[in-house]
């Protein structure tokens, strides 16, 4: 949520910082703006729309120092209007600022910097946050050396109640930049003669591979020759240098039309990906290296509780689904932003998995700590290396897909799928799951891969599919067992990029209410897998018939459906049950993708949304 760059160094900055911000867009897309600094002077170009929006009336000359800051917007505090845009210039010109955050006390810091004579020029928290940190400044004695700018900073964060990732110039320190965090990311690159700032590591990938993860609480103060990190308490902070293992092919669209794309048809390898090393050698269950817990401990607990949102949390459902019923041990399963403010009864033994593609979703970090306050563990399983949550858990699964740039989940979504259904081999391993249940099991999820694979081939049947339904308005998504929470998947990638109204539905249970919505105008996808469940879902397919719902229907091979029951077809492989709903994942995303493309929306930068969600 917001995407912010810094730069400083030899080169020009705004050139950087604008590519570092279209890296960054999925993350925020409402406005973007741009600030670089000659001596005591900024030069400011900031807009609503897009990046590329800015750069096309922004010429390179109007920016033209080698120390910026640039930021890309999701609106919280304020509409999305030119001056609400970052960069924000306090009202003494000395400061400006970019910030991903929310200050949750601005109006009583606001009011008191009126009393003060600072003027607004947005509505914003940030510009709050800008014009306070001149107030210290102006009441800060310029005693030690270059410390003045930086005690400033520090003071005014002592003062902030909320979340931030925060990147500050200062008039009177040219070539320098003081940047922080607290619940919003923050990424120091480390270049050659050249530093960097960012959300997340692809806007810097280009120019460094070598970066320090931010923590919360810490501040990093950069001139053009080095940095020094401490904290809110003025403590000093030995930094660790990380390299980042991917690359920037990684983070670029390629010969696709959009990243959505690309990642969907990323999923072989991304699966691959996920499982490499993670199989005993016997082949007969699954191991992790990071989850820090040991077999005796794990055979303790006896409820797991999962606790994520969105996309991750149709992940949650289904393992929980494949842990109930491989390793027989309860499993709850919460909305992050639920969870915190329930306060449930725990058991003494429970233990706790957060689900998080970013590992910077504030709801399920808020919530993993809430459990930790109470004294459990939490593992993680994340996709972003050095991300808070995968940080702030003592243990937990790297998704290893690459990075996810499409808004709407996808690869991500299927390679936590796929770590659930490993985990509840693992756990069914340490109990009653036999070595011969667990030989085949492991063979079921090698072949996953090779059935996405096949199952990717849907691709132009689907793409036919979508032009006959993209203009419906309402859509159902029905399914049972572990395909009820892919339905709800595939209703929520349909909503999110195209807009059509999409429900998901255990399909039994849409008789109780949904069935109110079927006509001709609404028509039903329904997952029809064979087995026990069959009989059952050919009965709800024809409850919809009845009432002349039009069917689209995504059935594994074996099914022999009724003639002229379904009006679309889609047959996917057969395959074990802890691999069906990845299988069964694809058709959706496809179908939702040649949808939303029919309609011409913008696929991966859905309205409204953004890709990792960093305010409560
Ligand atoms: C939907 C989607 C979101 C995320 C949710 C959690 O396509 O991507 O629903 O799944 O915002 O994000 P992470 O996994 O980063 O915590």
Request: proline content about 4%; charged content about 25%; overall charge neutral.
């Amino acid at each position: 949520m917001c995407g912010i760059v810094g730069y400083i160094g030899k080169q020009k900055a705004s050139a950087i910082i604008l590519e570092g911000l279209k890296r960054l867009e999925y993350r925020g897309y409402d406005s973007a703006g741009v600030a670089t600094q000659q001596g005591d002077h900024f030069d400011l170009a900031k807009k609503i729309g897009r990046v590329e929006g800015l750069i096309k009336t922004t010429p390179a000359l109007k920016l033209p120092g080698t120390t910026g800051i640039g930021h890309t917007r999701w609106a919280t505090h304020g509409g999305v209007t030119d001056a609400n845009a970052h960069p924000h210039i306090s009202s003494d010109q000395k400061f400006a600022i970019i910030h991903n955050g929310v200050v949750e006390n601005y109006a009583s810091i606001k009011k008191f910097l009126l009393t003060k004579g600072y003027t607004f020029k947005s509505e914003t928290d940030t510009e709050v946050l800008c014009n306070l940190i001149a107030y210290h400044y102006q009441k800060e004695p310029a005693t030690k050396e270059g410390s003045r700018f930086l005690e400033s900073v520090r003071k005014t964060l002592r003062h902030i109640e909320g979340t931030y990732g925060i990147a500050v110039m200062c008039a009177d320190n040219p070539a320098e930049i003081v940047a922080a965090r607290k619940g919003s990311p923050l990424i120091l690159g480390v270049g050659d003669g050249e530093l960097m700032l960012a959300s997340d590591v692809s806007a810097i990938i280009s120019r460094t591979q070598n970066v320090v993860y931010l923590k919360d609480g810490e501040i990093v103060h950069m001139t053009a020759q080095n940095f020094s990190i401490t904290t809110l308490d003025s403590s000093d902070v030995s930094p660790v240098i990380d390299k980042i293992t991917w690359n920037i092919e990684d983070s670029e669209v390629g010969a696709f039309d959009h990243f959505m794309e690309k990642e969907i048809f990323e999923q072989p390898a991304a699966l691959e990906n996920t499982m490499r090393g993670r199989f005993s050698e016997d082949g007969s269950t699954a191991q992790f290296g990071g989850l820090n817990i040991t077999a005796i401990d794990f055979r303790q607990v006896d409820r797991f509780h999962f606790i994520a949102c969105g996309s991750a949390w149709h992940a949650c459902l289904v393992a929980e689904q494949l842990i109930e019923r491989f390793a027989r041990v309860p499993v709850e399963v919460d909305y992050a932003s639920e969870f915190r403010y329930r306060n449930i009864p725990l058991s003494k033994n429970a233990l706790f998995f957060t689900i998080s593609q970013s590992g910077e979703t504030i709801d399920t970090l808020a919530a993993m700590r809430e459990a930790k306050r109470k004294g459990y563990k939490v593992l993680a399983i994340s996709n972003v290396v050095g991300s808070s949550i995968a940080r702030e858990a003592d243990g937990g699964v790297y998704q290893h897909v690459g990075p996810e740039i499409g808004v709407a989940s996808t690869k991500a979504f299927t390679s936590q799928l796929l770590v659930g259904a490993m985990l509840a081999l693992y756990i069914g391993r340490m109990r009653d799951m036999s070595f011969s249940g667990g030989i085949e099991y492991v063979k079921a999820l090698k072949g996953a891969p090779d059935l996405v694979r096949e199952t990717l081939k849907l691709a132009p049947q689907l793409k036919e599919i979508a032009k006959r339904y993209a203009h419906y308005k309402d859509m159902l998504f029905l399914g049972r067992l572990t395909l009820f929470p892919v339905a709800l998947e595939g209703a929520l990638k349909l909503k999110e990029i195209s807009y059509i109204h999409a429900e998901g539905y255990p399909a039994a249970e849409m008789k109780h209410g949904p069935i109110a919505l079927i006509s001709e105008e609404c028509p039903s996808v329904f997952f029809v897998p064979s087995g026990e469940m069959f009989n059952k879902v050919v009965s709800s397919m024809q409850e919809i018939k009845a009432r002349k719902g039009k069917i689209i229907a995504i059935a594994t091979q074996n099914c022999e459906l009724p003639s002229g029951l379904v009006d679309e077809l889609i047959r996917i492989p057969e395959c074990h049950e802890a691999v069906l709903p990845i299988v069964a994942s694809i058709p959706v995303q496809l179908l939702s993708y040649y949808m939303a493309v029919e309609l011409k929306r913008d696929v991966d930068k859905p309205r409204n949304l953004a890709k990792s969600v960093t305010v409560e």
